[in-house]
């Protein structure tokens, strides 16, 4: 079992930054692919990025591409998404979540083994 604890969210103009946590239990962190997804208030929850369990391999989805950066430290149990250029469209809850198996592009929510209860994020204009 893992439980996963997201930090960081809140309030930012437009072309802010903000730096998103995620804090994992147990002691096999290191074994799980690491994600972000985001859901915005009345659509589907949609991939954001994902991490391989050592850092070396990582995707994005198209709207996170030059502005996100996904990282971890195995060390700390906690992974992080650095969000920079932020816009009025990333207006949203941002949840980590933990899988098995890494791609190099979007996984499906359903994929997921555990999720965390997610972090607002507003963007404002």
């Known amino acids: 079992q893992v439980q996963l604890v997201e930090s960081g969210g809140g309030l930012v103009q437009t072309g802010g930054s903000l730096r998103l946590s995620c804090a994992a239990s147990g002691r096999t962190f290191s074994s799980y692919v690491m994600n972000w997804f985001s859901q915005a208030p009345g659509k589907e929850r949609e991939f954001v990025a994902a991490?391989?369990?050592?850092?070396?391999?990582?995707a994005y989805g198209d709207s996170a591409k030059g502005r996100f950066t996904i990282s971890r430290d195995n060390a700390k149990n906690t992974v992080y998404l650095q969000m920079n250029s932020l816009k009025p469209e990333d207006t949203a809850v941002y949840y980590c979540a933990a899988n098995l198996i890494f791609a190099d592009g979007p996984i499906p929510s359903d994929r997921m083994l555990y999720w965390g209860k997610g972090t607002l994020v507003t963007v404002s204009s």
């Open positions: 991490i391989n369990w050592n850092g070396a391999r990582t």
